[in-house]
């Protein structure tokens, strides 16, 4: 999933200053769960706008609500009307999800309440780690599971840099070498095989961005024939 | 052909000194060494921003030398490059007639003074090996044919105290099937652990120089309570020699400690030849050759 963190408070605060009725937008989905823009983050976002305006003396309106997903128009259409009695809009969803929402018809300003991090994976309660790139171009397949563009800081495609102390990362020693944990896990299953070829230059073209997938089953209705 | 091809080609043990670019446009400090030793060295290797410092172009620093009548050893890292800038830095060595090259992935950028700058990496170091090979072989890396190709003597960095040393091996076999024409290993104190690695190695026709450094003080300090982290490892019996002394003192010691070093390399054949970090200093450079015998 998307993992994003919140904002410091200030900046928040300080982007919608100019602005007397705001609308917190929350986002069910990934940022509800690695708890940083779901229903409950929203709440506590919206009074802590309201304590911090109150004390300011300063009269306002914050109204709240949380949709299913920000990255789908089917459930953020009906905001143009809920933003019509509001100044501006803060979203809690991940940078996809603000963008979209900002692109609604009749739409406010729209402020973001996070900093998307990275795609990762939910560790344990409140311990989220990156795990994916989106490279367009996967290689999982060959290197035991193990993600040599993101678990390396480098990226390197064969085999470890000369940086790793006892199977430790340069860039951070609290964590493993992606490369010596992808060689002793096809060791483990005799499958070194996979890693011995030279691997070629990624094709970075493919991730130019903006990026764009058309489903197979769906080229035909976007013009997008193969 | 190079002077370090030729004499690797020919066992003359060569010696490489490694020279530091200045951050800055002062060249005094880095240039002092040429004239001191010219005679004494085969070439200057020249840093590429290491340990992702930010310091003059290693490109520029190694045409300089040679407009000082040495012959240099350009370090290239793929860190702060995408392969249209590596290739086409390549094509500007080979014009300048630049020809040694080592090749390398470089320390990552958080670890220098430009901590948020994008880290590049778009080749690695086998890749930017294959790199120029094709530059050599008339092509480029998108297939281009070139008007006129450059001709390079191409070394790779080795780790004689990896552990785990088994990925370690896999990068090197893939860094020989991709055409180098000698290693450089990472800095050795530890004879025994070169030993041990060169018959780990076995018999390989491609040619190796040895790391010898003049530590710093500090990284002795380190040693002594057992908080040095780095790729190679200094022996009690080296800490034991420098630790406790003025920083100034550490390197004299140390240098002739390299410069011991460096002699037992070569009488033992430990390896083809050497590759001295003297801190770029020519008065250190000079107590190490003095220490060697050379």
Request: aromatic residues 4%; neutral net charge.
């Amino acid at each position: 999933m998307i993992i994003a963190e919140r904002k410091p408070f200030a900046e928040i605060k300080d982007a919608v200053a100019p602005y007397e009725k705001v609308l917190v937008v929350g986002c069910g989905t990934c940022v509800a769960v690695c708890l940083a823009g779901g229903e409950k983050e929203v709440g506590l976002l919206a009074s802590q706008l309201k304590l911090a305006r109150g004390q300011n003396g300063k009269a306002s309106q914050i109204g709240e609500i949380t949709v299913e997903r920000q990255c789908d128009l089917e459930f953020i259409r009906p905001l143009s009307e809920t933003v019509a009695a509001y100044d501006a809009v803060i979203s809690t969803a991940c940078g996809a999800g603000v963008q979209f929402l900002a692109a609604l018809p009749e739409m406010k300003p729209v402020f973001p309440a996070l900093n998307t991090t990275f795609i990762g994976v939910n560790e344990e309660a409140g311990f989220y780690t990156e795990r994916c790139r989106a490279c367009h171009q996967c290689y999982l397949g060959l290197t035991g599971g193990i993600c040599p563009r993101t678990m390396c800081p480098k990226g390197l495609l064969n085999g470890p840099c000369g940086g790793n102390i006892r199977g430790k990362c340069e860039v951070n020693p609290d964590r493993a070498c992606a490369w010596c944990e992808i060689y002793a896990k096809l060791e483990g299953e005799g499958r070194l095989g996979l890693i011995e070829a030279i691997l070629p230059l990624h094709a970075h073209g493919r991730s130019t961005t903006p990026g764009t997938v058309i489903h197979p089953a769906y080229k035909r209705r976007y013009g997008a024939h193969e | 052909m190079s002077k370090l091809k030729e004499a690797l080609a020919g066992g003359k043990f060569p010696i490489v000194m490694e020279i530091n670019p200045p951050k800055g446009v002062d060249l005094k400090g880095m240039l002092a060494p040429l004239q001191g030793l010219n005679g004494q060295v085969t070439a200057f290797g020249i840093p590429d921003n290491e340990h992702a410092k930010m310091k003059l172009s290693a490109l520029a620093a190694a045409r300089l030398v040679q407009e000082a009548g040495a012959e240099p050893l350009l370090l290239m890292t793929c860190r702060d490059r995408n392969r249209l800038a590596l290739e086409s830095d390549l094509l500007g060595a080979g014009a300048l007639g630049l020809e040694n090259i080592l090749a390398l992935s470089g320390d990552f950028v958080s670890l220098g003074d430009h901590p948020d700058a994008k880290p590049v990496y778009d080749a690695d170091s086998v890749q930017l090996l294959q790199i120029a090979r094709g530059l050599m072989a008339g092509h480029d890396s998108a297939g281009l044919p070139l008007k006129g190709s450059p001709q390079f003597c191409l070394g790779a960095v080795l780790i004689p105290e990896a552990d785990p040393m088994a990925p370690q091996l896999l990068k090197i076999k893939k860094k020989l099937e991709a055409g180098v024409d000698f290693f450089i290993s990472a800095p050795i104190f530890d004879l025994e652990k070169l030993r041990q690695f060169k018959k780990l190695l076995g018999p390989q026709e491609v040619k190796f120089l040895a790391c010898v450094k003049v530590p710093k003080a500090e990284e002795v300090e380190q040693a002594a309570q057992g908080q040095h982290r780095k790729v190679y490892s200094l022996p009690p019996e080296v800490v034991q020699e420098l630790a406790g002394n003025d920083p100034e003192e550490v390197l004299l010691k140390g240098a002739a400690l390299a410069g011991r070093l460096l002699r037992q390399i070569r009488e033992e054949k430990l390896a083809d030849g050497v590759y001295v970090k003297a801190k770029g200093k020519v008065e250190l450079m000079a107590k190490v050759l003095e220490a060697a015998g050379a």
